[in-house]
């Protein structure tokens, strides 16, 4: 018998790449490429410069018990406390919604939208891990925010993510429900959301990983998934200036539906759907008449 082949990096992750096929992930290779390299505290690239590498026992014992947790459907940016958001590094807890890249679509409007507004100020609903408030603050120097979430332990996640990217000092941090602490505030530029859109009878139905591990409070929309919509848009227009923008990310069929939330509420204006990469309707815009 020849002796056992030493666990180097290469062959760590040719085993779990294959361990996790097995199980029906999507992303195998790059999940054992993640974890591997946040065990060893690597950045991803160097794993294949030290191909080669004999991995050290302690480090595949830690590496083995993220490899079992991961197989159990845990989601990798929980296992590794973090999530790459508008190419910025943003910290995750089991407290917030890992942040997606077609939120991404929400900064770029809120980019856009206060292009010649020196200083906005605005409002992110939900923020869960700030990532919203924090890549826009970060791209937007001057811009200041106030950040709402019902989740004290969000909150603590968020003003992390601000404090690491330096935008703490322009981002106030709220808890409450969706608009409510800031009733009787001055109006702002912008107000942006990423709010729960999906159906209370969907939610179900949806990916284990998300369904089983993600916070509740962050996906559940309510009958519909429509709830925070029409909640957000009657608690809008005192909060929005005149010309003021309504950002909204929707669920890919909610188009016409949020629209209509929007065109009935008195003091705002449907303006335009946004759609993602794949061609679905994501971001509605509305503007403060
Ligand atoms: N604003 C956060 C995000 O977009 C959280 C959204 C939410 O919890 N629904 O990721």
Redesign the pocket.
């Known amino acids: 018998m020849p002796p056992e082949e030493p666990w180097t990096i290469g062959r760590l992750l040719a085993w779990t790449a294959e361990f996790f096929k097995k199980k029906g992930s999507d992303s195998p290779r790059l999940d054992a490429e993640v974890m591997l390299a946040h065990v060893l505290g690597y950045e991803r690239v160097q794993l294949y410069t030290h191909y080669e590498d004999v991995v050290g026992e302690r480090a595949r014992g830690e590496y083995r018990d993220l490899v079992r947790r991961r197989s159990e459907g845990t989601p990798v940016a929980y296992l590794v406390g973090r999530k790459e958001f508008y190419s910025l590094r943003f910290d995750v807890t089991p407290a ?2 890992i ?2 890249p077609e ?1 991404e679509f ?1 900064v770029m409007e809120f980019l856009a939208a206060v292009k010649e507004i020196e200083g906005p100020t605005a409002i ?1 609903v ?4 700030g ?2 408030a924090v890549a826009c603050a970060k791209h937007k120097p001057g811009a200041r925010f106030a950040a709402i979430d019902a989740s004290a332990d969000a909150l603590d996640v968020a003003r992390r993510n601000a404090a690491r990217h330096a935008v703490a000092d322009r981002i106030e941090f709220l808890e409450g429900d969706l608009l409510a602490p800031l009733a009787g505030r001055p109006a702002v530029d912008v107000i942006v ?4 859109y999906i159906a209370t009878a969907e939610v179900e139905a949806l990916d284990p990983g998300v369904r089983d591990f993600e ?1 509740r ?3 559940d929309g309510g009958v519909d998934g429509l709830d925070a919509y029409r909640r957000i848009a009657a608690q809008a227009p005192p909060l929005l200036k005149s010309g003021g923008r309504l950002i909204l ?1 929707i669920g890919f069929s909610q188009d016409a539906e949020v629209a209509a939330i929007i065109e009935s509420t008195p003091g705002l204006r449907f303006s335009a759907t946004v759609r993602d990469l794949q061609g679905h309707p994501r971001v509605v815009l509305a503007t403060r008449e």
């Open positions: 917030v919604l942040p997606r939120t929400v992110d939900g923020t869960g891990s990532c919203i959301s990423n709010p729960p916070p409070l962050a996906l990310e």
